[in-house]
């Protein structure tokens, strides 16, 4: 349970820390989109293309005399979910879960997983940066003027970082 102090401490430090984490943030669903929008576009080229095969291998069953459903429309569009993450997976366009970091990540060499680590990055200085704080206060018996110092000290880190 964090003290009082802490959580004001951690509190600031996010405030301090909010205008450039938005930008991160807002670079990374960027991306996310730009991917989105390229998955949703790749899927349709590979819906597209199972249509046209399952299209050609009727017409080459009735030519051989197969009984055929009159019917195709039912194979249009009907690509399963998991035939769908298969196409995300090998294109690169989708988070992995990794076990040691405890999250979703992009892939590696994506422009989405160095904003994504950029943006972790930043908030682990934010973390590190707002511990010292603590810290300092705790162990040193900080005064309030110094605590101010600090806290302008760590506002120009962020600036810089």
Known sequence: ??????????ERVAELAKAKRDRLKAALEEEEARVEAQREKYLALVE???????????????????????????????????????????????????????????????VARRLQDALMAFDAFCEKESRRIVVYKMDLNMKPDAFEAMLAEVAEKIKEA
């Open 48 to 110: 597209d293309g199972v249509e046209k095969l399952v299209a050609s291998v009727v017409a080459q069953a009735r030519k051989d005399g197969c009984k055929v459903a009159k019917d195709l429309s039912e194979a249009e569009g009907q690509l399963s979910e998991h035939a769908k993450g298969k196409v995300r997976s090998v294109i690169g366009l989708q988070k992995e879960y990794d076990c040691d970091r405890r999250a979703s990540l992009w892939p590696k060499g994506t």
């Open 1 to 10: 349970m964090a003290s009082r102090f802490e959580t004001y401490v951690n």
